[in-house]
């Protein structure tokens, strides 16, 4: 059996588009009470961008925009996140505590790469407990490149991760799995886009298939 699991967390682990859309409108009506947007809130552009970190988000919602607006709306888009999150807006894809549940008592580690800020991730881990399964949560914060790779090659090394897999929906997660010589398992979820998924070693439509896969996966 794998002994190492990643999982990426937005649109895997976290279904971000409950307060997605809420959040991104909170965050473009701030832009507008300073006239700084008169059109449309850019949902849709945002959903197939879902996935990269978020100064990048922004330069491609804002071109246009000066630097120091775009870092005002993501200091005030994660703070309508995490708000959003706290009060209960959000929820984990079906199944993630029975997963969990089952690699932990089959011997597994846990742990969750993602482009999501520090602040971000530890409200939804705390919001519902992942810390009963995870034995530690990475950001890309922490990683200069902001690649995904490289944020699952600190993971590899701290660990000493041998035999592992990358679970996640978007191209980042598979390459950063093959990039760090692990199998990559891609999810055919809500952000998911078939070209990318392609490129995975496994496609799964819900975590469910992770208790049948891994007993599967050897060393």
Same mark, same amino acid.
């Given at each position: 059996?794998?002994?190492?699991?990643?999982?990426?967390?937005?649109?895997?682990?976290?279904?971000?588009?409950?307060?997605?859309?809420? !959040?991104? *409108?909170?965050a473009f009506n701030h832009l507008r009470s300073l006239n700084e947007?008169?059109?449309?809130?850019?949902?849709?552009? @945002?959903?197939?961008?879902?996935?990269?970190?978020?100064?990048?988000?922004?330069? /491609?919602?804002?071109?246009?925009?000066?630097?120091?607006?775009? *870092?005002?709306?993501?200091?005030?888009?994660?703070?309508?996140?995490?708000? +959003?999150?706290?009060?209960?807006?959000? =929820?984990?894809?079906?199944?993630?505590? *029975?997963?969990?549940? @089952?690699?932990?008592?089959?011997?597994?580690?846990? @742990?969750? =790469?993602? +482009?999501?800020?520090?602040?971000?991730?530890?409200?939804?881990?705390?919001?519902?407990?992942?810390?009963?399964?995870?034995?530690?949560?990475?950001?890309?914060?922490?990683?200069? !490149?902001? +690649?995904?790779?490289?944020?699952?090659?600190?993971?590899?090394?701290?660990?000493?991760?041998?035999?592992? /897999?990358?679970?996640?929906?978007?191209? !980042?997660?598979?390459?950063? /799995?093959?990039?760090?010589?692990?199998? =990559?398992?891609?999810?055919?979820?809500?952000? =998911?886009?078939?070209?990318?998924?392609?490129? /995975?070693?496994?496609?799964?439509?819900?975590?469910?298939?992770?208790?049948?896969?891994?007993?599967?996966?050897? +060393?």
């Open positions: 059996m794998v002994q190492s699991l990643i999982f990426d967390m937005d649109g895997t682990l976290f279904q971000t588009d409950k307060i997605l859309e809420i !959040s991104l *409108e909170d947007w008169d059109k449309e809130t850019p949902i849709d552009k @945002y959903r197939e961008i879902m996935g990269v970190p978020l100064p990048k988000v922004w330069e /491609a919602l804002l071109p246009n925009h000066s630097s120091e607006v775009r *870092e005002q709306t993501d200091a005030y888009f994660l703070e309508r996140l995490i708000e +959003n999150i706290r009060s209960g807006k959000g =929820a984990l894809y079906p199944n993630v505590k *029975e997963v969990f549940g @089952y690699l932990k008592e089959n011997n597994c580690s846990i @742990y969750i =790469a993602s +482009n999501g800020l520090t602040e971000y991730l530890t409200a939804i881990v705390n919001y519902y407990n992942l810390d009963n399964w995870v034995t530690e949560t990475f950001s890309i914060q922490q990683i200069e !490149s902001l +690649n995904k790779s490289d944020l699952v090659k600190t993971i590899v090394e701290k660990y000493g991760i041998t035999n592992g /897999a990358v679970i996640g929906d978007r191209l !980042s997660d598979i390459n950063a /799995a093959k990039d760090n010589g692990l199998v =990559a398992i891609g999810c055919n979820f809500d952000f =998911a886009q078939e070209d990318e998924l392609s490129q /995975a070693d496994i496609v799964i439509d819900g975590l469910i298939e992770l208790k049948t896969i891994v007993s599967q996966l050897k +060393n």
